[in-house]
């Protein structure tokens, strides 16, 4: 099981609105808050984000370029999927793969994909079948 993740971001107020908005949707809560930083927890796992310093802000991410790819979650039901899409489409949050919406990680994964201020991607799934689908 993972203890923790940790996320430099761009623009904590920015990444903050966002995660504020989605990670209550998935169950999970505020774990700490301080001013270059904040945490979401669930359970014994929780996620930081940390505002990335001025000297390393040019580089900004790309999520093909060697690193993280993307965060995926457990949605409990294609139900969840789809709250979660409305919400999120409704504070404008950009819906990736529109055309192939639910099913763009496959047929046996029912999920919705967005990107985060950083355009980190993030996946809420309920899955069929298991396995990697992208």
Do not use: C
Request: proline share 3%; glycine share 8%; aromatic share 14%.
């Amino acid at each position: 099981m993972i203890h923790h993740i940790e996320l430099n971001v761009s623009d904590l107020n920015v990444s903050r609105q966002f995660y504020d908005q989605l990670f209550p949707l998935l169950g999970y809560r505020l774990f700490q808050d301080w001013s270059e930083g904040f945490s979401y927890r669930k359970e014994k796992q929780y996620l930081v984000f940390v505002q990335t310093v001025p000297e390393f802000l040019e580089a900004g991410y790309h999520r093909k370029a060697v690193g993280l790819n993307h965060l995926a979650f457990h949605a409990s039901s294609t139900a969840e999927v789809d709250m979660i899409t409305q919400q999120m489409r409704q504070s404008n949050v950009k819906i990736l793969y529109e055309d192939r919406h639910p099913y763009a990680g496959g047929e046996e994964t029912y999920a919705v994909f967005m990107e985060d201020p950083d355009r980190l991607k993030i996946e809420i799934a309920v899955s069929e079948g298991g396995g990697y689908n992208g």
